[in-house]
């Protein structure tokens, strides 16, 4: 079972990141970061990771003070974070031994 598990998913921050970004085209960074509680710093490290895996992709408009950026879940990272859920699902609903 705990094989099925995304060591790059499973960290927390990166977990409710991609929770996130399954249910919506493309999230901000403004929002990520509003709703996980993180740090500017601290998003961009999580992120670079989820980039890093393919799992999500960046999106920078503008500069300065007028830029955004936004980030968007691609189809293996849509995939890897399905089969991530499903695994603690399975995990979850798994019977404890005798």
Known sequence: MIEHLDPVIHAP???AAMAMLANAPSVSFAFLKDHLGVSDSDL???????????YVTVTKSGRGRGSSTTF???KPGRKAYTAHRDA???????EPPA
């Open 44 to 54: 961009s490290k999580q992120m670079s990771a989820l980039e890093a895996a393919g």
């Open 72 to 74: 968007s879940i691609t």
């Open 13 to 15: 921050k990166r977990l």
């Open 88 to 94: 603690l699902t399975a995990l979850l609903a798994a």
